[in-house]
Structure formats: structure tokens, C-alpha cells
């Protein structure tokens, strides 16, 4: 009887987790306000299908109501940093990108480059979500270099505007390029990093670049530190293609010593077969 009562209870938890989460409903909804409030209903209709399927209730249920306030031309505007329990370490370069953002937005990216403004908003509470879940780096960092690629183009379609100068401008936090098992090619979310590194490039203009390559324990030693070269080969010549010079780029070779993620040999770890980028502003 006890475990037919917890299999109910789990049962009504679920359901009344998903209530009020139509998702395809919510992105069939009829836009009422501006070309960037249709955008942004959009984007957050996705962010909301994402995290429903990663079984995130909360923040499905977070970004479908956001969305339901774009569809109706009633956005509030980027996530409130204080709404979210963030990692120490990430605010100063949070409030620095939010306070950008708003000035972006503020002298008219919503209405001169509507569809980059909205991602640049929704790729902002993307990352602030994932900062705050704290689990998945490679989501944190897809995320952030989403809004600075899109944050990017809106600052070019609107002209350049003074940096945000009262907030600090600490260096941003590491950013991760991952790589698929045995492979050296940028795909996907990766090539999304390597666009957000170059995006920040310009905004902080760092003394130098540090691109440490690492690779899981699988394999063998000698074998493993010839594909971490070669990984980190390819973000070089992926971020010299976007305009970083090869001078600010110090590179060094890890392997499968000192990995991010400690496994014991043979294990195969995704979070290990990854480039590690970190700028460094030379005081």
C-alpha cells in the first residue's frame, strides 16, 4: 500500500509540475506587440522546451511564462541578477554584460536589430540559469557566447556605445571548448564558444589568453597529450580566423594529468576532453 501511495503522490507531483506548460501552445500564441516581443517569444519558448526536457519544471515553467508575457508585448526585460543564487566568482561579469545589454537595448537594439536583441536577452537569462544550476559547463558557456555574439551584432547595427564603466571589469570566468571521444573538431555548441571568446576579446581586451588542452584517461598517455595538442590547435586557428592574434595566445599541453574531472584510468569523461580558455588582465 505504502508504495502504491509514494507512486501516486509522485504521479500528482509530476502532473502538477506540467500544469500551465503548454509549450507548443505558448509558441502558437498570437503576437501582440513589436517585431523584438515576437522574437523573444520565441526564444523563450525554446529555453522553455529545453529545460522541460531535462525534466527542470521550475525553469520550464519560468521561461513559458516569459514567453507568454512576450507573445503579449508585456517583457520585463532581462532576468534581475538578484533574482538568481549565482556562483560567486560569475557576478562582476554578469552586471557588467546586464548593464551593456540594457544599454543596447535602451538606445533602440529592439527596434534597429529586433531578432539579435532577443537572443542577446534570452541568451542573458540562459546563462544566468545555468550559472545558477551550476552542473552543465558546456550549457553555461553555449549560453554566454550566445549572448555575446548576438549582444555582438545588435552594438553593430546600432553603432558603439560607451562601456558600462560603473560596474567592474573583471576578467569573464573561464570558458570551456568541448570536444567529441578521439576527436579535434569545433561542432555545434563549441563553435558557438569560440564566437563568445572572440566577442569577448573585444570587449575586455585581456593582457593575454591562457588555452590549457586536456583529454579523458582513456587511451594511452603519449597518445592522449598528441589529441589535446590537437585540440587546442583547432581553437587557435578557430579564434585567429575571428580576428585574436596568435601574440595574446599562450598555450600549454595537459593532457590526461591534472584533468578538470578526476576518474580513475580507462574512464571516459566528457568534461575532460576540453580546451580550457582563460583571460588574464596582466596585474
Not at 535602451?106 to 551550476?134: K, V, Y
Not at 549572448?147 to 551584432?153: G, R, T
Request: hydrophobic share 45%; net charge negative; proline share 5%.
Amino acid at each position: 500500500m505504502k508504495t502504491k501511495l509514494l507512486a501516486v503522490i509522485s504521479a500528482a507531483a509530476f502532473l502538477s509540475a506540467c500544469a500551465n506548460m503548454n509549450i507548443p501552445g505558448v509558441r502558437d500564441m498570437a503576437d501582440q506587440g513589436s517585431a523584438f516581443d515576437a522574437a523573444l517569444h520565441q526564444n523563450y519558448a525554446d529555453l522553455a522546451q529545453a529545460e522541460y526536457d531535462e525534466a527542470d519544471w521550475s525553469d520550464a515553467r519560468y521561461f513559458t511564462n516569459r514567453a507568454k508575457m512576450a507573445a503579449g508585448g508585456l517583457d520585463s526585460g532581462p532576468q534581475m541578477i538578484a533574482e538568481r543564487d549565482l556562483p560567486e566568482n560569475a557576478v562582476p561579469e554578469v552586471e557588467v554584460a546586464r548593464a551593456d545589454l540594457i544599454a543596447a537595448l535602451d538606445a533602440g537594439g529592439r527596434d534597429q536589430a529586433a531578432s539579435a536583441a532577443a537572443s542577446a536577452q534570452a541568451g542573458f537569462d540562459c546563462w544566468l540559469q545555468e550559472l545558477e544550476e551550476n552542473i552543465q559547463q558546456e550549457d553555461i558557456d553555449s549560453c554566454r557566447a550566445t549572448f555575446y555574439q548576438a549582444l555582438a551584432i545588435v552594438k553593430a547595427e546600432i553603432g558603439d556605445l560607451p562601456a558600462a564603466t560603473s560596474m567592474p571589469m573583471d576578467m569573464p570566468v573561464p570558458m570551456n571548448v568541448y570536444f567529441g571521444f578521439d576527436s579535434a573538431d569545433i561542432e555545434g555548441k563549441g563553435m558557438s564558444v569560440i564566437n563568445g571568446i572572440a566577442n569577448a576579446y573585444e570587449k575586455y581586451n585581456p593582457a593575454m589568453i591562457s588555452l590549457v588542452a586536456y583529454a579523458d584517461r582513456v587511451g594511452d598517455p603519449v597518445y592522449n597529450d598528441i589529441l589535446a595538442k590537437s585540440r587546442v590547435d583547432a581553437v587557435v586557428a578557430a579564434l585567429r580566423a575571428k580576428g585574436v592574434p596568435a601574440s595574446k595566445l599562450a598555450i600549454s599541453i595537459s593532457g590526461e594529468s591534472d584533468v578538470p574531472v578526476s576518474t580513475p584510468d580507462g574512464v571516459a569523461e566528457q568534461a575532460n576532453r576540453v580546451v580550457t580558455v582563460t583571460f588574464e588582465d596582466g596585474m
